[in-house]
């Protein structure tokens, strides 16, 4: 068994997305960012299908060429290689499920280059 929270320990950087991963699992990696409002993920794309899920907050989210307002309690599944961008439009806790297959080292370089 292991267990983590989304809400604790949160540290939000003042100029950068936070990236912290809270668990790894034999089929996923759980994956907490906080963003203050006003930061951004720019567009992107993961190797693997994704899950995310709006802890906490709104975040206008980019599809290919859609947007959409999410917001507290919303998940959206993305198939792999489909490009999506974050901008958030108050203070949020996301919960990003990656697969096994792909590395948080990479969600933390696209906050990085964001």
Same mark, same amino acid.
């Given at each position: 068994?292991?267990?983590?929270?989304?809400?604790?320990?949160?540290?939000? #950087? $003042?100029?950068?997305?936070?990236?912290?991963?809270?668990?790894?699992?034999?089929?996923?990696?759980?994956?907490?960012?906080?963003?203050?409002?006003?930061? $951004?993920?720019?567009?992107?794309?993961?190797?693997?299908?994704?899950?995310?899920?709006?802890?906490?907050?709104?975040?206008?989210?980019?599809?290919?060429d859609d947007e959409m307002n999410l917001v507290t309690g919303d998940l959206i599944y993305l198939d792999? #290689?489909?490009?999506?961008?974050?901008?958030?439009?108050?203070?949020?806790?996301?919960?990003?499920?990656?697969?096994?297959?792909?590395?948080?080292?990479?969600?933390?370089?696209?906050?990085?280059?964001?």
């Amino acid at each position: 068994m292991k267990t983590s929270s989304l809400r604790n320990d949160l540290t939000y #950087n $003042e100029d950068k997305v936070s990236i912290h991963v809270m668990m790894e699992t034999d089929v996923s990696k759980e994956i907490r960012i906080l963003l203050k409002k006003g930061q $951004e993920m720019k567009a992107h794309k993961a190797g693997f299908p994704i899950t995310i899920e709006i802890h906490s907050g709104a975040i206008n989210f980019g599809v290919n060429d859609d947007e959409m307002n999410l917001v507290t309690g919303d998940l959206i599944y993305l198939d792999a #290689n489909v490009p999506h961008s974050l901008l958030a439009k108050e203070d949020s806790i996301v919960r990003l499920t990656l697969s096994t297959f792909d590395s948080a080292d990479r969600v933390k370089e696209v906050a990085k280059q964001s």
